[in-house]
């Protein structure tokens, strides 16, 4: 599976959109991006994926750049319970196996 | 859709003792269930691989006679820790996939297990 390269921490004024990018240079054509996040003391949540197209649902939006070497998630209205580690992981999409897990981004959402 | 339940959500146990922590797929079928492990301000980290029926493949270093894992079931896996140490304590968490899945994982909500 590619590597993923995310900044350590980021923080985020509530309300406003948080932007969280990530590196996965060496991905390959079958691999999808993966976004989960969480919160301090709970399970992984899924927030969304995908190969090549931007996607959007409920939680947020993931944009692709086209050469899918990096990619951005996007909380439109950050409130103060999206503060939470946030980890963008690659992996084949129809492997079986199981996430690997880095070390994430620890968003802040502000007052 | 999607819920992956995890019991019990904390426990505390002497040591020498064994627990076991139970991971349901609620609304869904799950051949496949992973457990993981994380420490204190660590990344979550794979234990093994629970596979219906068949008997669970452990990362290396995992000892797979210390943690016991069933998945007799296709909605329910079982993980024991058995004959704990404090070392032991951590955050235990499941996930699996559904039929539908292109690669997601659904995670319980973990289980917090402190060895006295």
């Known amino acids: 599976d590619a590597k993923t390269t995310q900044p350590t921490s980021m923080d985020c004024a509530e309300g406003r959109a948080a932007n969280l990018p990530c590196n996965h240079s060496?991905?390959?054509?079958?691999?999808?991006v993966y976004w989960y996040r969480q919160i301090h003391s709970q399970g992984p949540q899924y927030i969304i994926h995908g190969l090549k197209n931007n996607e959007t649902n409920e939680m947020a939006s993931l944009i692709i750049t086209e050469d899918r070497k990096s990619s951005t998630l996007i909380l439109p209205h950050a409130t103060l319970r999206d503060t939470a580690v946030y980890y963008c992981i690659v992996k084949n999409g129809g492997s079986q196996g199981n996430l690997i897990f880095g070390k994430g981004t620890k968003l802040s959402v502000k007052p | 859709g999607a819920v992956v339940s995890q019991h019990p959500s904390w426990v505390i146990c002497k040591s020498g003792t064994s627990v076991k922590i139970e991971c349901r797929s609620l609304d869904f079928q799950a051949t496949t269930m992973f457990w993981y492990r994380q420490f204190p301000k660590q990344s979550l980290m794979l234990m093994a691989t629970s596979n219906e029926g068949s008997k669970a493949t452990y990362e290396q270093g995992v000892e797979k006679d210390k943690f016991l894992i069933n998945h007799a079931s296709l909605t329910l896996s079982t993980l024991t820790v058995t004959s704990a140490h404090p070392e032991d304590s951590s955050f235990y968490i499941c996930?699996?996939?559904?039929?539908?899945?292109?690669?997601?994982?659904?995670f319980g909500e973990g289980s917090r297990l402190t060895v006295l």
């Open positions: 996930s699996a996939r559904t039929l539908a899945s292109t690669g997601e994982l659904f």
């Open positions: 060496t991905i390959s054509g079958n691999e999808y």
